[in-house]
């Protein structure tokens, strides 16, 4: 039971896995007025493969593969035969789309086959394309580049993108969506006219000053709404940690004393998979930080399993012990495991004197580190004995040899989860990346001088450079390195 439940909430133990293959150079910059060509469905056997081009010549290429004179509708699937243009044999029969631009995701003129999934049929096509004058087989990203270059898409959007395609878990899913369909974009909009708006208010008052006609008070709306500017972002930016944990994956580290039963939660990884961590019933087995990322209650997690935690021992598990508290101070969230059984020991009372009394004492803040405090081995507490210390802290009871407790340590850890990467289906976009961080940052940088400058020239150029970093974000003023770096997560095809 134990191990199903956390197969079903924790698909263990997966490496990196990327839906298609990644070339390492950026695509290059589209406007060379070739028309490109890709697989754009997952490699090997399938049923159905999509094929689609970019460009100018895509019509002509609809029309030399289907051997017609005339397109297709506009946006309505097709039932075609595909040729070879060179021997003129058949090549497979199936559906087409003309997407003539603008109203096409690059904003070019696009067509899409969608043949059968056999390698042969794929090749054969691909083949077929690349012998049509003016067409070229597409670079990493390179649709998606040109759809950013046409304005189909701003920068935030092809990064919501690219994280929808490696998106590995529900989580990431939603919040990826989310910043596709340009919520943050939209977000950053908004503020950029704020600010060009105070802007004007004080460029209005450099030249007309003087002037009796200037409206009054101009200047003291520009402070107002820059004020409340400055409130919006600083809570975004609170927010960040958790976007970018919601990404890259929250780190939960599993400690307590020396068989508390640690190695035992991550056991049943699976059964298709080996344990993760050595389990006996010999004190002080795990040695090294075993780290596992799963996928906890939708969430993204890279799972520390330690050392358990203990003084007066040799050499080798006292580095292992120290390897464990390292972790520890990385974790965003502890769950800190005590044998129910064996709560008078000195090592369960040292550990609840010490990591779960240093934690439970910080004061609560988006920086402060989360703990969940479990009793193991809940089945050998005996029933009419007396139960846990009255003192205890909140906690879970568990065992991981019989199963019970594990649904209410699930919907535990989702709960603390939520809280540590933030809830992509509720409250304000999230900030998933470095970059989205470092711009706020700068914008709110700016706005300090804002408003510390005793001179409006100044203070005009403050608001500037606050708006710069804003439109940097979505892409307006995006150099080509900055470009590079993202459209390298992209396959080709997309
Ligand atoms: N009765 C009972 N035994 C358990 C339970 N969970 C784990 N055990 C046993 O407790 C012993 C220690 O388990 P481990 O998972 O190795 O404990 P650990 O905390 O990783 O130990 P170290 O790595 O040595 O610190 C093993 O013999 C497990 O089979 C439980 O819920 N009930
Ligand atoms: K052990
Ligand atoms: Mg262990």
Not at 9 to 18: D, S, T, V
Request: proline share 6%; glycine share 12%; aromatic share 4%.
């Amino acid at each position: 039971m134990w191990r199903g439940l956390w197969t079903l909430a924790a698909q263990a133990a997966r490496g990196p896995r990327r839906l298609c293959t990644r070339r390492s150079s950026g695509a290059p910059a589209p406007g060379s007025g070739a028309t490109i060509f890709a697989l754009s469905s997952g490699q090997g056997r399938c049923g159905i493969a999509v094929i689609r081009t970019s460009g100018p010549s895509s019509g002509h290429a609809l029309r030399i593969l289907t051997a017609a004179r005339d397109l297709p509708p506009a946006r309505h699937a097709s039932l075609r035969l595909l040729s070879d243009p060179r021997s003129g044999e058949p090549l497979d029969r199936a559906l087409v789309l003309w997407f003539p631009g603008p109203r096409s995701f690059t904003g070019e003129d696009c067509v899409e086959f969608h043949v059968h999934g056999g390698p042969a049929v794929v090749s054969g096509v691909l083949q077929a394309l690349g012998s049509v004058p003016g067409l070229r087989p597409a670079e990493a990203g390179e649709f998606t580049r040109r759809a950013f270059a046409n304005g189909k898409l701003n920068l935030t959007e092809v990064e919501g993108l690219a994280d929808l395609i490696h998106a590995e878990t529900e989580a990431q899913r939603r919040q990826a969506l989310r910043q596709l369909d340009g919520e943050l974009g939209h977000l950053c909009c908004g503020w950029a006219e704020t600010l060009t708006k105070a802007l004007a208010h004080v460029e209005a008052y450099i030249d007309f000053g003087e002037d009796d006609n200037l409206e009054e008070g101009v200047l003291e709306q520009a402070d107002v709404e820059v004020r409340a500017l400055e409130v919006a972002l600083g809570a975004h930016l609170q927010d960040a940690r958790r976007g970018q944990r919601l990404r890259s994956g929250a780190h939960v580290v599993v400690t307590g004393p020396p068989n508390a039963g640690k190695s035992s939660l991550g056991e049943g990884a699976g059964p298709s998979r080996k344990p993760v961590s050595i389990v006996s019933p010999e004190p002080g087995t795990t040695r090294d930080v075993l780290e596992t990322p799963v996928d906890l209650a939708g969430f993204p997690v890279l799972l520390s399993d330690t050392a358990g935690l203990r003084e007066g021992v040799g050499p080798v598990e006292q580095e292992g012990v120290r390897r464990a508290r390292d972790r520890l101070e990385q974790a965003d969230l502890i769950l800190a495991m005590l044998d129910a059984s064996d709560l008078a020991s000195p090592s369960s009372c040292n550990f609840l004197a010490t990591v779960v009394a240093s934690v439970g004492a910080q004061s609560p803040s988006d920086s402060s580190q989360r703990l969940l405090l479990v009793l193991n081995k809940s089945d050998l507490l005996s029933r009419k004995g007396p139960g846990p210390r009255p003192d205890l802290p909140p906690h879970l009871l568990l065992s991981c040899l019989t199963g019970e407790g594990l649904d209410g340590l699930l919907e535990a850890l989702r709960k603390e989860l939520a809280a540590v990467c933030g809830d992509p289906s509720t409250g304000s976009p999230l900030l998933t990346r470095a970059r989205h961080q470092h711009h706020l940052q700068g914008c709110l940088d700016a706005l300090s001088h804002y408003k510390q400058s005793k001179d409006l020239a100044l203070a005009a150029e403050a608001l500037r450079v606050a708006r710069g970093h804003l439109t940097q974000l979505t892409g307006g003023g995006g150099t080509e390195e900055i470009l590079d770096i993202i459209f390298r997560d992209f396959c080709v095809g997309k």
